[in-house]
């Protein structure tokens, strides 16, 4: 299962698990020290229903964002050519 990095909400990192309909939070204390926001992680829901990060997976943060930047390149391709 993979998780989003999403912001930092007081002293609570946010995380948004693909997939799943809740948002989970971790206090910033748990977080490694190199995260950024957008990074992605393998992670678990352990029993209590708490967000356990056990990877950080840098390729799929890469993956996403060029997913994304060639979504937006479309979007305003074809915004363009519309008003063509």
Known sequence: M?????????DLAVFIVDNIQKIYHLPTAQLPSDIEIGDVFEVEITKDDQ??????????????EQTARAKREALLKRSQNKKD
Do not use: T
């Open 51 to 64: 967000l356990n990060l056990l990877n950080n997976l840098p390729k799929e943060r890469i993956r996403r």
């Open 2 to 10: 993979k998780a989003v990095f999403e912001e930092i909400n007081g």
